[in-house]
């Protein structure tokens, strides 16, 4: 008995001993060493980062006693991670944050309000596009410099063009309408073509075997489709920012109509088999195979454009103006600091660097992003003519009617609802009438419930 | 006679035809990733996944080479999969052993409970683990990434206590008879018994560490200690994805798990075999 008890005894030392020597096995956590402070700073984008630690390399060297780590983490995880780590409370100094999520990090205090320290550094809030920086005030209240912004605009095949007998000129210059569709879905019915070679306005048109569709749209939530129809004919998603949801408005459902009836009543747009997100090819992809002539798309996308398209096959148009006129979707990101972190100075003084002109102008130059600063927005024009693509139909989006994110603390509940019903309408299932009222009672109860 | 062998020799090429049609649905996708991963990256998006990758191209390689860490993260990879191995392959066997063998009190409603944690999904424990390394300010290390897995999962200690239970205990009997003690009996007669079981949890612990992402993702923030699917996944946007690095990435993060495949194949269809788990 005696040795067994030894036995035993020594087993558990060994694992111990195992269990501290690898617990002191590795290096330190992030935090300050000798000195020098260490900020986490946690990105999405692939595509940026490049411009990013060129900007922070510059920043660097003017705070030798700040460290900047980027953690790239993508969309897919990106909210799950910030989530988890506010819980845990242990989130990366600073991050770039979106308007569907920042009305829940503000509501739960997790974001720090930066308006004392914009006092204290007398930093000048008006070289931002004011538009922008509405967004991300709320009374007195700021969470965050903005960083930059995006649109939507029309993105073409140019040999479809060219074989449809139509240039890019004309292709911005169409408009679409309620009762016979307009010039938008004429020139659309050039662009569509069936394997006998058929229009859809043809006699003989078989919709069953479309070889090329004119328009592929394709949105989680209507970024790049039926919001950009909606604010070109007058839809207001909310009756304010933080207010109640007026999606099942006539003017709201009438867009998600003409969607549906480019689909299933023009046949000239790829249906929600093809289009439905998660699962559907993403709209460069679309655009490559030539499923579709045109789509609609957002700046975000100009890199896969000119890496997957050969040179001068692809271009930027303007978007088509609907019965209430121009319109686009203008949304944008800042860079918000974590409420908890241990160097809110350090921080601050890495968001202010972030949001300066000096350094968006790297970023932008680089034809990265649009800047948030309007004086530096000819960089990123420059930058893409030098690779052979006029992208001002994007900055001319900016200066129109636009239509912002939805501000609100029920994004979830909304973000769900809206896609599980909008792929049923895009797959002629529901009709858009009944799907507007569903999203509106679900994210309206949600307001309600404050969740 | 002649219909017979006939009807039986169709039998044969009906099942060796849906076998070949199942196993050529199951290899397609990597095999379309690994296609992919050689196309230039102005053909990846306009050709279909399975036209072929003529010109073939290593550039994506060298891409992914040069602009991400990718050596790096599997290093990282094969340092955590390879720890968190062992340490289970120890720890479980003298848990099963216990489990399976010693005689103490409150062992069935001990073994009962701890089973009880396969119940638990991964999800609802993510929190919790997240604070826990946090408050010993653990996360971004290697020790987040191994500790909460190196002493065993309760499906590998079952896995491998249903196999000790199979082992004749009369074997046991007579090793006391001639004077081993339990360690001695572990080592000598159980060990070496039990080998297809311990390659098929071995397999099944580094293949399952090496797949793992959400944990990598939620305990990790720098690349100093990320793993191959966080830095995988890190590629995808939010719209646009660099597909011509994103597929080369898969492929080879895919390797060594090919490599281990066929190093253990004979122990763990043997084990399967045996058990009737998969």
Redesign the interface.
Known sequence: MFRRATRKTLALATAAVTVVGLTSACGGSSGSSGGTVNLTYMIWQTSEEAAYQQSIDVFEKAHPNIHVTIDLVSWAQYWAKLQTSAAGRNMPDVFWDHLEYLPELAKEGIITNIADDVKSSKLDLTQYSPKLLAEWENGSTIYGLPKDWDTIATIYNAKDLTTAGMTPAQLGSLSWNLTDGGSFVAALQKLTVDQNGKHPNQAGFDAGHIKQYGIALEAPNGQQDWWDFGVENGCELQDRAYGAWTVSSAACVQAMQFEQDLMYKWHVEAPGTITNTPNAAALPQILAQNTAAITFDGDWDLDTYQSSLPAGSWGVAALPTGPKGSGTVFNGLTDAIYSGTKHPAEAWQLEEWLGSAASEKIVTDSGTVWAAIPSLDSGFITAWKAKGIDVSAFYQGSQGATIGYPLTTSGTAFTNVVLKDMNQVWLNQMAPQAAANDITSVSNAAVANGD | MATKRIGRRVNGTTVYLLLAVGGLVSIAPYLMTLNAAFKP??T?????AWTPAVPATWSNFTQLWQQYDMSGFIVHTTIVAG?ITI?QLV?TT?AAYAFARLDFPGREPLFWAFIAMMMVPQIVT??PL??I??HL???????AL??PY?FGTPYGIFLVRQYFQTIPADLEAAARIDGA???AILRRIMLPLSKPILATLATITFVNTWNS?LWP??AT?????EVVTVGV??????????L?ILLPAAAVALLPLVAIFLLFQRHIVRSIALTGLK
Do not use: C
């Open positions: 990256q102005s990846l998006l306009s050709t279909q720890v340490g720890f003298m993510l929190i997240f604070l390394m946090s300010q653990l996360i971004d290390t290697y020790r191994i500790l190196v003690g339990t360690w992402l993702l939620m923030s720098s690349e100093r200690d996944a890190a590629l995808q946007g939010q719209f646009a994805s660099e011509h």
